[in-house]
């Protein structure tokens, strides 16, 4: 079977499910200026990094660069992004794991929206940045961590 062009209707989001359930994964392209790819390529080190590109691999299909709003569109399984999301790849390897889970949730057919799916989606980024710096061995890499976390953390709204 193929993965559906879109997923958007239950039949298209049931056989999306079920190929990701047997094991189905996609070969993620990046769409965008050269500078946008290598940053999201930056970004993508760090998801392997900290053992989470089979997980992405599983639920988006594209990375594409837009000059509007950074967000996921669940109907073609991609994150669209702007070129300030990529500037940090610590912050954007957190937003493309945080869009991936969001992406997973829409597949299980579990609100994902609004302020209970936003908070939820957050913890999922936070948590990514933990796993992250608990993987690494790299000082830089724990310190970067640390230091987003730490900004976190300080969030009034979180």
């Given amino acids: 079977m193929k993965f559906p062009s879109r997923v958007y209707t239950e039949e298209e989001v049931e056989l999306a499910r079920t190929l990701i359930r047997r094991g189905y994964r996609h070969r993620i392209r990046i769409i965008g ?20 590109y089979d997980f992405l691999r599983s639920y988006i299909r594209s990375i594409v660069e837009i000059n509007g709003l950074s967000q996921l569109r669940e109907a073609d399984a991609s994150i669209w992004l702007n070129k300030y999301a990529v500037e940090d790849p610590y912050e954007a390897a957190s937003f493309i794991m945080q869009k991936a889970w969001q992406m997973s949730i829409y597949l299980q057919g579990i609100r994902h929206y609004g302020h209970i799916g936003e908070t939820a989606a957050i913890k999922e980024r936070i948590r990514f940045l933990k796993e992250l710096r608990d993987r690494c061995r790299d000082p830089k890499i724990r310190s970067e961590c640390d230091k987003i976390l730490s900004l976190w953390q300080e969030s009034v709204f979180l």
């Avoid at 200026?33 to 989470?52: E, H, M, P, T």
Wanted: aromatic share 4%; no cysteine.
């Fill in 33 to 52: 200026s050269q500078d946008f790819r290598s940053k999201v390529r930056a970004a993508l080190s760090l998801i392997k990094k900290a053992g989470k």
